[in-house]
């Protein structure tokens, strides 16, 4: 942890060197892809905190996320709360907080519906089409979404795809015949 510490220092340190002027753009796009490295390995240590994977000590574990957790502006015991909750729902239907999936025959409220639209239109598209589609449009907001809802991501597809085109899903199964 000393490492990290005296790591971040260091980019700050070299940060407040470095003139707010233009001739110097190029070097502040260096200096910001080596503090995001630091500070990248610093999150993955409180990362791991988090988790109860850095120590077996569980107060050295707590003090280091709860140090690093602070030195990146997240509340450690928060985060370590809420992230453990979305590790236990992951990709559920209905608990899950990520990778929420478009639903055949959805319940409002209880599930998100639209999942035959989804379906029909990757079928419409074809699969290299809906594939690039996927990858460009990562990112789609619920139907009815206020400005201040959180974006969903749209994993969801493919898998809906891949588990109709197994028969593992009858319900997709169903839908697509």
Not at 3 to 16: E, I, R, T
Not at 83 to 112: F, M, Q, S, W
Request: charged residues 15%; contains cysteine.
């Amino acid at each position: 942890m000393a490492c990290f510490v005296a790591q971040s220092a260091a980019c700050l340190g070299l940060g407040m060197l470095i003139p707010l002027k233009m001739a110097f753009a190029p070097l502040w796009l260096a200096y910001g892809a080596v503090a995001g490295t630091v500070w990248t390995g610093m999150w993955v240590v409180a990362h791991e905190c988090g988790h109860g994977a850095f120590s077996d000590n569980r107060f050295i574990q707590d003090l280091v996320g709860y140090i690093l957790h602070s030195a990146l502006l997240v509340p450690y015991f928060s985060w370590q709360h809420s992230h453990a909750v979305h590790h236990a729902h992951t990709n559920h239907i209905t608990k899950g907080e990520t990778h929420v999936p478009y639903v055949v025959d959805g319940r409002a409220g209880i599930e998100l519906p639209g999942g035959q639209k989804m379906l029909d239109a990757a079928r419409a598209m074809g699969n290299r089409l809906n594939g690039v589609m996927q990858l460009v449009f990562h990112v789609r907001r619920a139907p009815g979404a206020g400005a201040d809802d959180w974006p969903m991501p749209r994993h969801e597809l493919p898998d809906a795809l891949h588990e109709r085109r197994r028969g593992r899903n009858p319900r997709l199964a169903d839908a697509a015949a």
